[in-house]
């Protein structure tokens, strides 16, 4: 009774006991008798706020602070802003192939569906047209648009070097992922490595793997940026004669380079060294009297444009992709502070604290660490998250693009399960959030005249992870049904 005597409420007409009610309910649920708790819904059209609880404690946000590096990027560049990854020519040197990479996290993404290996086909035939074959070619890939801090500080070791933990550099290939194929029909030894798709030179794994009955996939890939020596601990479903799990790409830049001259070599082209701008940036680090570019550019003969920024964001708000959304904040620190030699997670994370505060939304609350929410030292209130999603529907040139990047409840991406087979199944279009021990969820619910932003913020639940979905299923159901 407590926490309910805590809670603020407020409410339009004769919805005050039947808010009081189910917030009372929520926030007493069993699963989340230890658990912090903040619950903001607000009006859309007047403003209001209909329910608030604990609405400006900050709290670890988990992936629902994509919505503030989405909301930023699309306010920033604009829906229809594109990527661009340049092949040309060393001015200096006609037999250096040069690739400049601005950030592309689409560049041979599985996420659309297209073909990943576009980006070679095409600008093997683009150098094709118009280069002899008839002497050595070298390759040296400008990939350091971002430096070479690709992995947030704050990312926990259980996450480095797993798929979802990857890497954000100038140049990103094949979602900077591979698959790890694993033979598991021997039930009395350590799954056996069979390949990784793409081949990646010299990486090489110790392998702890077991195996379990379950059907599980708990296996994990652990290592470090840029190290080719990886471990694998967990285990992974027994009896199959292929099974994959996913790891970061050490180095995607080098990665790149080596793939675009195997295509180049069955073209018919001699290639020699390949290489990328990473040593020459290194050795800048502490110079006092930084060199200019080795290399001077020339002829542009080849340039993969990427998909829009309203698709990128798309794919970031309805599955939840983290590598898409790391590169989108570093893009905007780059935006913010030119200088390659400068922290452009920084940078991305001062620029959007500064962007909302000039629009009025107080930031007091916001302590950002990287930008998909995967720092466990992330904090937001659920007020901050509200204000956010007031701002984009209602003053927002870009609010239906934002709206429709969100994925529906029941029907879509990470909220597929959420609100099925209720009747706010495609009436509440949300990002969730979970990371250990958290569970939010913030969107909006669209049902008629009823048009509300919403933010549930739970941290340190002890129930089960379904338990405190459900309960804030029937949260958001008993908001619907009686105000």
């Known amino acids: 009774m407590i926490r309910y005597f805590l809670a603020t409420i407020i409410l339009l007409g004769t919805g005050f006991g039947y808010s009081q009610t189910a917030l009372q309910r929520f926030i007493n649920h069993p699963s989340l008798k230890h658990a912090s708790v903040g619950v903001s819904v607000v009006e859309l059209k007047s403003g209001q706020h209909i329910v608030s609880h604990d609405a400006e404690k900050s709290l670890t946000p988990a992936s629902t602070l994509k919505l503030l590096t989405t909301a930023t990027a699309l306010e920033t560049f604009g829906d229809n802003y594109r990527y661009k990854t340049e092949v040309g020519l060393d001015a200096n040197d006609p037999s ?35 280069l002899p074959k008839d002497k050595e070619y070298t390759i040296y890939v400008v990939d350091n648009l971002f430096g070479y801090d690709g992995v947030a500080p704050g990312w926990t070791w259980i996450d480095i070097g797993n798929y979802y933990a990857a890497g954000a550099y100038g140049i990103s290939i094949f979602d900077n992922s591979y698959r790890l ?115 001077r550019v020339g002829k542009v003969i080849f340039t993969q444009v990427s998909r829009p920024v309203k698709d990128i964001i798309r794919e970031i708000n309805v599955e939840s992709n983290n590598h898409y959304t790391e590169h989108l904040i570093r893009t905007m620190g780059r935006y913010n502070k030119g200088d390659i030699y400068t ?19 107080s930031t007091s609350s916001l302590q950002m660490f990287d930008g998909c929410g995967l720092a466990p030292q992330n904090a937001v209130s659920a007020q901050f998250l509200t204000d956010l999603l ?43 959030g979970s990371i250990g021990g958290v569970q939010c969820f913030a969107g909006y619910l669209i049902d008629g005249n009823k048009k509300y932003a919403f933010t549930v913020m739970v941290n340190k639940f002890n129930g089960t992870r379904l ?10 159901l008993s908001i619907d049904n009686n105000i």
């Open 343 to 361: 922290d452009p997670l920084e940078a991305g994370i001062e620029y959007t604290e500064e962007f909302w505060k000039e629009r009025g939304i």
């Open 390 to 432: 007031v701002y984009m529907y209602n003053r927002s040139s870009h609010s239906t693009v934002f709206f429709n990047s969100l994925p529906k409840a029941g029907q879509e991406g990470t909220l597929r399960s959420f609100l099925r087979n209720t009747k706010l199944t495609g009436k509440v279009v949300a990002k969730s």
């Open 96 to 130: 250096r192939i040069l690739v400049f990479g601005s950030g592309d996290p689409t560049l041979g993404s599985e996420a659309f569906g297209e073909n990943r290996n576009a980006f070679f086909i095409n600008g093997t035939e683009a150098l094709a047209k118009v």
């Open 467 to 476: 338990q405190v979905r459900g309960a804030i299923e029937q949260f958001l």
């Open 181 to 295: 194929f694993f033979n598991t029909t021997d039930r009395n030894s350590c799954p056996r490595i069979l390949r990784t798709e793409p081949e990646i030179k010299g990486l090489t794994f110790q392998n702890s793997l077991s195996l379990n009955s379950t059907g599980s996939d708990n296996g994990y890939i652990y290592g470090e940026p840029f190290s080719y020596d990886r471990a694998v601990r967990g285990n992974i479903p027994a009896g199959r004669a292929e099974f994959s799990i996913k790891g970061d790409i050490p180095d995607p830049g080098l990665l790149l380079g080596q793939t675009l001259a195997d295509y180049l070599s069955r073209a018919g082209f001699q290639i020699g060294n390949v290489e990328t701008a990473r040593n020459d940036y290194l050795s800048g680090i502490c110079a006092t009297d930084r060199k200019s570019a080795p290399y």
